[in-house]
């Protein structure tokens, strides 16, 4: 066994800070605990879904045994974007409807990290429903998961695109008008490679989908129900078995990558089936972009960064 690693502090106080000191390897690490992993506290409202969600991100990193410096946490703007500042590790907290833009750079950028991007429905439909739709179709590899709770709690309730028709808020006293969105059929029409939903009332099944999720290779989305209990109760109640609802999950014999199938399944009525709908092996974007750059670079006759980019600047004089 490795000897214990020595603070730098200790080998500076004894003049040995240029010596070799043996790390530990990843295999030798210990594993996260909720403890390490949580920051600040959560500020959500007493009975907010997105508790449970952040619950099972902390139970996802422990029992996954990940490090600090594994873990990258992205989100937009809204109550359940507030997700970076609870978790101690790297992190972004980015502009509204935007997250998934930033998150591409991270994924892209570095492919030995797993990026989580959280976001709610007004966040990621509305402003940045763009971005999931070019982010979804390219596959860039990450798990996205969405606390839709069909109203946007932060600003004190207006109506969001997947609020029903009917329902009464600020913006529409008179109560909604507007055909809601079906994140599940717009996920796999846009070329989502997974999507699944759940909901934050059942936290095993949760937890199940975000490992589903986060094993899998390419853009993997997760819609997960989370009540708002200030500004639309009762909205989930009819998938709550404990408040008279039923919790159906997607058939058994439901083939996962028949696209058409999962279509189909996503139009149930509300709240739907749960579970994965969708789930098909594709290239990543990061895998392709990797292949060109590899091609790229075999043309270069092994010239550095450095003198790759002198030559650019040689040609523009």
């Not at 530990?24 to 403890?35: F, S, Y």
């Not at 998938?239 to 139009?267: C, I, M, Q, W």
């Amino acid at each position: 066994m490795s000897s214990p690693a020595i603070p730098f502090e200790v080998l500076a106080r004894t003049g040995k800070a240029n010596a070799t000191v043996a790390l530990p390897t990843d295999a030798e690490r210990k594993g996260l605990t909720k403890k390490e992993i949580a920051a600040d506290h959560p500020t959500w409202c007493p009975g907010c879904g997105d508790f449970s969600v952040l619950a099972l991100y902390y139970k996802l990193i422990e029992k996954r045994k990940m490090h600090h410096e594994k873990v990258t946490t992205v989100a937009g703007i809204g109550c359940s974007s507030r997700f970076p500042y609870f978790v101690q590790a790297h992190g972004a907290h980015f502009i509204h409807g935007r997250a998934l833009a930033f998150a591409s750079g991270v994924s892209l950028s570095r492919p030995d990290l797993h990026v989580f991007t959280f976001s709610g429905d007004g966040d990621a439909f509305s402003i940045g429903g763009n971005h999931f739709n070019h982010t979804a179709r390219k596959n860039v590899k990450m798990t996205f998961i969405v606390m839709d709770n069909m109203v946007y709690g932060l600003t004190k309730k207006q109506t969001s695109p997947t609020s029903p028709i009917g329902f009464k808020s600020k913006t529409d006293t008179w109560g909604a008008v507007d055909r809601p969105i079906n994140p599940i059929k717009q996920a796999i029409a846009a070329g989502a490679t997974f999507v699944a939903r759940t909901t934050h009332t059942n936290p095993n099944h949760l937890l199940q989908m975000m490992e589903a999720a986060m094993d899998h290779d390419g853009f993997s989305f997760i819609q997960c129900l989370s009540e708002c209990v200030e500004f639309y109760a009762g909205a989930f109640d009819n998938s709550n078995p404990r408040k008279g609802g039923a919790f159906d999950l997607v058939p058994a014999d439901h083939d996962v990558t028949d696209e058409y199938a999962a279509y189909r399944l996503a139009d149930n009525i509300h709240p739907g089936k749960f579970g994965i709908f969708y789930k098909a092996p594709r290239p990543t974007k990061n895998a392709l972009e990797a292949k060109i750059n590899a091609d790229a670079r075999s043309k270069t006759g092994g010239l550095k960064d450095w003198q790759l980019l002198q030559k650019s600047f040689d040609r523009l004089k």
